[in-house]
Protein backbone atom coordinates (compact mmCIF):
# COMPACT_ATOMS: atom_id res chain seq x y z
CA UNK A 1 0.00 0.00 0.00
CA UNK A 2 1.57 3.36 -1.15
CA UNK A 3 2.52 6.27 1.46
CA UNK A 4 -0.68 8.34 -0.20
CA UNK A 5 -3.43 5.69 0.50
CA UNK A 6 -2.12 5.38 4.17
CA UNK A 7 -2.36 8.91 5.04
CA UNK A 8 -5.62 8.85 3.38
CA UNK A 9 -6.50 5.78 5.15
CA UNK A 10 -5.82 7.40 8.62
CA UNK A 11 -6.98 10.71 7.50
CA UNK A 12 -10.33 10.43 7.95
CA UNK A 13 -10.34 8.76 11.62
CA UNK A 14 -7.76 11.46 12.41
CA UNK A 15 -10.21 14.00 11.05
CA UNK A 16 -13.43 11.82 13.62
CA UNK A 17 -10.93 12.20 16.60
CA UNK A 18 -10.41 15.68 16.11
CA UNK A 19 -13.62 16.87 16.10
CA UNK A 20 -14.84 14.67 19.01
CA UNK A 21 -12.15 15.85 21.47
CA UNK A 22 -12.74 19.89 20.27
CA UNK A 23 -16.37 19.44 19.88
CA UNK A 24 -16.65 17.54 22.87
CA UNK A 25 -14.78 20.40 24.59
CA UNK A 26 -16.74 23.62 23.04
CA UNK A 27 -19.53 21.29 24.76
CA UNK A 28 -21.07 20.90 21.20
CA UNK A 29 -22.27 17.60 22.20
CA UNK A 30 -23.88 18.28 25.22
CA UNK A 31 -22.23 17.85 28.80
CA UNK A 32 -22.77 14.12 28.86
CA UNK A 33 -19.93 14.14 26.34
CA UNK A 34 -16.29 14.17 27.65
CA UNK A 35 -13.63 15.11 25.58
CA UNK A 36 -11.67 12.15 23.63
CA UNK A 37 -8.40 13.19 25.92
CA UNK A 38 -10.70 12.62 29.55
CA UNK A 39 -11.50 8.87 27.70
CA UNK A 40 -7.65 7.91 27.11
CA UNK A 41 -7.18 8.96 30.41
CA UNK A 42 -9.78 7.00 31.61
CA UNK A 43 -8.40 3.67 29.10
CA UNK A 44 -5.05 3.90 30.74
CA UNK A 45 -6.01 4.03 34.66
CA UNK A 46 -8.30 0.71 34.40
CA UNK A 47 -5.48 -0.77 32.10
CA UNK A 48 -2.88 -0.16 34.56
CA UNK A 49 -5.13 -1.27 37.58
CA UNK A 50 -6.20 -4.87 35.67
CA UNK A 51 -9.91 -3.48 35.18
CA UNK A 52 -10.25 -3.32 31.88
CA UNK A 53 -7.99 -6.36 31.10
CA UNK A 54 -9.41 -8.73 33.19
CA UNK A 55 -12.85 -7.70 32.07
CA UNK A 56 -11.83 -7.74 28.07
CA UNK A 57 -10.42 -11.22 28.78
CA UNK A 58 -13.55 -12.12 29.92
CA UNK A 59 -15.45 -10.97 26.42
CA UNK A 60 -13.07 -12.30 24.66
CA UNK A 61 -13.12 -15.62 25.77
CA UNK A 62 -16.85 -15.54 25.39
CA UNK A 63 -16.84 -14.57 22.01
CA UNK A 64 -14.43 -16.85 20.70
CA UNK A 65 -15.96 -19.45 22.46
CA UNK A 66 -19.52 -18.75 20.53
CA UNK A 67 -17.49 -18.07 16.97
CA UNK A 68 -15.95 -21.75 17.79
CA UNK A 69 -19.53 -23.26 17.74
CA UNK A 70 -21.46 -21.50 15.37
CA UNK A 71 -18.67 -21.13 12.78
CA UNK A 72 -18.25 -24.65 11.78
CA UNK A 73 -21.84 -25.26 12.20
CA UNK A 74 -23.03 -22.81 9.74
CA UNK A 75 -19.80 -24.19 7.64
CA UNK A 76 -21.00 -27.09 7.97
CA UNK A 77 -24.79 -27.09 6.76
CA UNK A 78 -23.97 -24.46 4.03
CA UNK A 79 -21.60 -27.09 2.69
CA UNK A 80 -23.84 -29.66 3.00
CA UNK A 81 -27.01 -27.93 1.40
CA UNK A 82 -24.81 -26.32 -1.50
CA UNK A 83 -23.43 -29.69 -2.07
CA UNK A 84 -26.15 -31.63 -2.12
CA UNK A 85 -29.83 -31.54 -2.95
CA UNK A 86 -31.10 -33.87 -0.16
CA UNK A 87 -29.45 -31.89 2.39
CA UNK A 88 -31.10 -28.93 1.06
CA UNK A 89 -34.21 -30.54 1.08
CA UNK A 90 -33.65 -31.45 4.91
CA UNK A 91 -31.71 -28.75 6.12
CA UNK A 92 -32.49 -25.47 4.31
CA UNK A 93 -35.99 -24.55 5.31
CA UNK A 94 -35.63 -25.29 8.95
CA UNK A 95 -32.49 -23.35 8.80
CA UNK A 96 -34.58 -20.55 7.31
CA UNK A 97 -37.37 -20.49 9.36
CA UNK A 98 -35.23 -20.27 12.06
CA UNK A 99 -33.19 -17.28 10.84
CA UNK A 100 -36.21 -15.16 10.97
CA UNK A 101 -36.52 -15.04 14.24
CA UNK A 102 -34.54 -12.00 15.68
CA UNK A 103 -32.18 -14.14 17.69
CA UNK A 104 -31.37 -10.74 20.17
CA UNK A 105 -34.88 -11.02 20.99
CA UNK A 106 -34.51 -14.59 22.24
CA UNK A 107 -32.28 -13.58 25.46
CA UNK A 108 -34.94 -14.19 27.71
CA UNK A 109 -35.38 -17.70 26.19
CA UNK A 110 -32.12 -18.71 26.56
CA UNK A 111 -31.70 -17.54 30.17
CA UNK A 112 -34.96 -19.84 30.77
CA UNK A 113 -33.30 -22.72 29.01
CA UNK A 114 -29.66 -22.03 29.95
CA UNK A 115 -29.89 -19.92 32.86
CA UNK A 116 -27.72 -16.91 33.14
CA UNK A 117 -24.85 -18.03 33.26
CA UNK A 118 -21.90 -18.23 30.59
CA UNK A 119 -23.87 -20.98 28.65
CA UNK A 120 -26.62 -18.94 27.65
CA UNK A 121 -24.65 -16.17 26.56
CA UNK A 122 -21.99 -17.71 24.50
CA UNK A 123 -25.10 -20.33 23.03
CA UNK A 124 -26.58 -16.81 22.41
CA UNK A 125 -23.36 -15.65 19.94
CA UNK A 126 -23.08 -18.78 18.74
CA UNK A 127 -26.99 -18.75 17.12
CA UNK A 128 -25.96 -15.19 16.01
CA UNK A 129 -22.90 -16.50 13.56
CA UNK A 130 -24.48 -19.29 12.42
CA UNK A 131 -26.54 -17.93 9.80
CA UNK A 132 -24.83 -15.37 8.14
CA UNK A 133 -21.62 -17.70 7.33
CA UNK A 134 -24.76 -20.49 6.66
CA UNK A 135 -26.57 -18.48 3.75
CA UNK A 136 -23.24 -17.22 2.20
CA UNK A 137 -21.39 -20.50 2.03
CA UNK A 138 -25.05 -21.84 0.37
CA UNK A 139 -25.26 -19.20 -2.27
CA UNK A 140 -21.58 -19.54 -2.62
CA UNK A 141 -21.64 -22.47 -3.96
CA UNK A 142 -24.56 -22.87 -6.26
CA UNK A 143 -22.82 -19.25 -7.71
CA UNK A 144 -20.36 -21.19 -8.58
CA UNK A 145 -20.33 -21.14 -12.76
CA UNK A 146 -21.41 -24.29 -14.27
CA UNK A 147 -19.49 -24.46 -17.03
CA UNK A 148 -16.04 -24.57 -15.07
CA UNK A 149 -17.50 -27.64 -13.43
CA UNK A 150 -18.39 -28.95 -16.40
CA UNK A 151 -14.90 -28.48 -18.01
CA UNK A 152 -13.10 -30.29 -14.73
CA UNK A 153 -15.55 -32.80 -15.72
CA UNK A 154 -14.13 -33.30 -19.47
CA UNK A 155 -10.28 -33.11 -17.82
CA UNK A 156 -11.15 -36.30 -15.28
CA UNK A 157 -12.00 -34.57 -12.06
CA UNK A 158 -14.01 -37.00 -9.90
CA UNK A 159 -16.73 -35.11 -7.28
CA UNK A 160 -13.98 -34.63 -4.50
CA UNK A 161 -11.89 -33.51 -6.80
CA UNK A 162 -14.23 -30.79 -8.19
CA UNK A 163 -15.65 -29.66 -5.23
CA UNK A 164 -11.58 -28.92 -3.62
CA UNK A 165 -10.26 -27.68 -6.93
CA UNK A 166 -13.26 -25.67 -8.24
CA UNK A 167 -16.51 -25.25 -6.58
CA UNK A 168 -14.90 -24.35 -3.18
CA UNK A 169 -12.22 -21.94 -4.85
CA UNK A 170 -15.42 -20.38 -6.48
CA UNK A 171 -17.39 -19.94 -3.26
CA UNK A 172 -14.37 -18.70 -1.28
CA UNK A 173 -15.22 -14.92 -1.52
CA UNK A 174 -18.91 -15.09 -1.06
CA UNK A 175 -17.42 -17.63 2.22
CA UNK A 176 -15.29 -14.29 3.63
CA UNK A 177 -18.06 -12.28 3.18
CA UNK A 178 -20.12 -14.57 5.29
CA UNK A 179 -17.23 -14.76 7.84
CA UNK A 180 -17.38 -11.23 7.98
CA UNK A 181 -20.82 -10.79 8.69
CA UNK A 182 -20.49 -13.44 11.09
CA UNK A 183 -18.19 -11.69 13.00
CA UNK A 184 -19.79 -8.46 12.91
CA UNK A 185 -22.89 -10.31 14.60
CA UNK A 186 -20.84 -11.88 17.43
CA UNK A 187 -19.95 -8.01 18.78
CA UNK A 188 -23.27 -6.89 18.49
CA UNK A 189 -24.10 -10.16 20.23
CA UNK A 190 -21.83 -9.69 23.31
CA UNK A 191 -23.25 -6.13 23.67
CA UNK A 192 -26.27 -7.04 24.48
CA UNK A 193 -25.64 -10.55 26.16
CA UNK A 194 -23.68 -8.46 28.42
CA UNK A 195 -26.02 -5.83 29.33
CA UNK A 196 -27.99 -8.37 31.92
CA UNK A 197 -27.09 -10.72 34.44
CA UNK A 198 -23.17 -10.65 34.17
CA UNK A 199 -20.81 -9.19 36.97
CA UNK A 200 -17.80 -9.70 34.15
CA UNK A 201 -16.91 -8.16 30.76
CA UNK A 202 -17.19 -5.01 29.26
CA UNK A 203 -20.70 -4.95 28.94
CA UNK A 204 -20.75 -5.37 32.63
CA UNK A 205 -18.07 -1.90 32.80
CA UNK A 206 -20.29 -0.09 30.77
CA UNK A 207 -23.61 -1.34 32.61
CA UNK A 208 -21.82 0.02 35.82
CA UNK A 209 -20.27 3.38 34.44
CA UNK A 210 -24.05 4.37 33.58
CA UNK A 211 -25.57 3.32 37.19
CA UNK A 212 -22.79 6.21 38.38
CA UNK A 213 -22.85 8.32 35.22
CA UNK A 214 -19.35 7.33 34.58
CA UNK A 215 -19.60 8.60 31.02
CA UNK A 216 -15.80 8.19 30.23
CA UNK A 217 -15.89 5.19 31.01
CA UNK A 218 -18.85 3.89 29.07
CA UNK A 219 -17.16 6.36 25.56
CA UNK A 220 -14.34 4.01 26.78
CA UNK A 221 -16.17 0.45 26.14
CA UNK A 222 -17.88 1.76 23.28
CA UNK A 223 -14.23 2.70 21.55
CA UNK A 224 -13.09 -0.97 22.81
CA UNK A 225 -15.90 -2.73 20.74
CA UNK A 226 -15.63 -0.37 17.98
CA UNK A 227 -11.90 -1.34 17.82
CA UNK A 228 -12.40 -5.26 18.62
CA UNK A 229 -15.12 -5.07 15.69
CA UNK A 230 -12.94 -3.48 13.40
CA UNK A 231 -9.90 -5.41 14.23
CA UNK A 232 -11.31 -8.63 13.42
CA UNK A 233 -13.29 -7.40 10.10
CA UNK A 234 -9.48 -6.41 9.26
CA UNK A 235 -8.51 -9.59 9.92
CA UNK A 236 -10.74 -11.45 7.84
CA UNK A 237 -10.02 -8.91 4.91
CA UNK A 238 -6.19 -9.54 4.93
CA UNK A 239 -6.87 -13.36 4.86
CA UNK A 240 -9.29 -12.46 1.95
CA UNK A 241 -6.54 -10.73 -0.02
CA UNK A 242 -3.73 -13.77 0.51
CA UNK A 243 -6.20 -16.15 -0.39
CA UNK A 244 -7.64 -14.51 -2.93
CA UNK A 245 -4.49 -13.37 -4.72
CA UNK A 246 -5.22 -15.14 -8.17
CA UNK A 247 -8.90 -13.40 -8.56
CA UNK A 248 -9.10 -10.69 -10.67
CA UNK A 249 -11.46 -8.32 -10.05
CA UNK A 250 -12.76 -4.80 -10.34
CA UNK A 251 -9.86 -2.07 -9.35
CA UNK A 252 -11.20 1.19 -7.91
CA UNK A 253 -9.63 4.11 -9.12
Not at 11 to 39: C, F, I, K, M, Q
Not at 77 to 91: A, C, H, K, P, Q
Not at 199 to 208: C, K, R, T
Amino acid sequence: MSLLRRVRKAGGLVVVLALWEAGARAGWYGSTTPPLSDVAVRGWEMASSGELFSNLGVSLLRVLKGLAIGLPLGLVLGLLSGLFRISEDIIDAPVQAVRMLPHLALVPLFIIWFGIGETSKVGLIAAGVVFPLYINVFHGIRGVDERLVESARTCGLGRLGLVRKVVLPGALPQILVGLRLSLGVAWLTLVVVEQSATASGIGFLINQATQFMQMDTVFLVLVLYAVLGVSTDLLVRLIERRALAWRKGLVAR
